[in-house]
């Protein structure tokens, strides 16, 4: 019998199938997967990020986070479709909050398009996986998706290094993040243009200071990032480097 065509006789597409084993899957866990109708699931106290982080793990190790990413980097290879799939029936379960996060929705996908082969094995198995914690050092104050770190300046010291200094508000995901991925204006030689580069920096560096932010009611809690002279080493710059208006460099 053909493993596409059920006990009845009728053609079952493969992505049928694939949907079905996230059913069975989704059902065989209800209690270890923290719904968003549970009133922590989307708080930042330790406990409810621990639990999320948990749940992430679960869904990796069956296979439901990193669907199209390269195999190598530990993603699965899969198929936008296996991927639409998995963010309805997540959706329908209330859990797509699971996988809503600054790591999948914006820094792994720019460690992939950009980091070289060793930041890239060093860090996405791990980042899809939830091993590591990861926070977009964005500017709340800038667009939505906005990567410009306003506030921060990077200037390359003679031994290669870059030192950042600076303020900037961002999610509260940064209160408990191991990494984040920052923007900053690159300190230029005189005469020549601004620009801006990308870092990956370990949120327990010296010189890193993070402080929750109280909003009034109905807010978003943010956080608060001080980098007082942060040495990130240069292999921890993303290859991809932006004028001062955000577009390519050339």
């Known amino acids: 019998m053909s493993a596409n065509r059920a006990a009845g006789g009728l053609d079952v597409s493969a992505d049928h199938l694939y949907r079905q084993r996230l059913w069975s899957f989704l059902e065989g866990n209800q209690g270890r997967l923290p719904a968003l109708a549970d009133a922590r699931s989307q708080t930042f106290?330790?406990?409810?990020?621990?639990?999320?982080?948990?749940?992430q793990t679960l869904l990796y190790d069956a296979g439901y986070v990193g669907i199209t990413w390269p195999?190598?980097?530990?993603?699965?290879?899969?198929?936008?479709?296996q991927q639409a799939i998995v963010t309805e029936e997540l959706a329908?379960?209330?859990?797509?909050?699971?996988?809503?996060?600054?790591?999948?929705?914006?820094?792994?996908?720019?460690?992939?398009?950009?980091?070289?082969d060793d930041v890239k094995a060093r860090y996405l198995r791990r980042l899809?996986?939830?091993?590591?914690?990861?926070?977009s050092l964005t500017d709340q104050r800038g667009a939505a998706g906005d990567l410009v770190g306003q506030d921060l300046a990077?200037?390359?010291?003679?031994?290669?290094?870059?030192?950042?200094?600076?303020?900037?508000?961002?999610?509260?995901?940064?209160?408990?993040a191991d990494n984040g991925l920052l923007a900053a204006q690159l300190t230029p030689p005189r005469g020549v243009r601004p620009r801006r580069a990308h870092f990956i920096v370990a949120m327990g560096s010296p010189g890193i200071t993070v402080s929750a932010l109280h909003p009034g009611a109905g807010g978003a809690q943010c956080a608060q990032v001080i980098f007082d002279d942060v040495a990130i080493n240069d292999r921890q710059r993303l290859v991809v480097v932006t004028r001062g208006d955000g577009a390519p460099a050339t």
């Open 45 to 55: 106290d330790p406990e409810a990020v621990l639990a999320r982080r948990r749940a």
């Open 71 to 81: 195999w190598r980097y530990g993603g699965r290879n899969g198929s936008p479709a």
């Open 92 to 116: 329908a379960a209330s859990l797509a909050h699971l996988l809503d996060t600054p790591a999948l929705r914006v820094c792994g996908p720019l460690i992939v398009a950009y980091g070289t």
């Open 128 to 135: 899809l996986r939830g091993d590591d914690l990861w926070c």
């Open 154 to 176: 990077a200037e390359c010291w003679d031994d290669g290094t870059w030192h950042v200094a600076g303020r900037i508000l961002c999610t509260a995901h940064a209160l408990h």
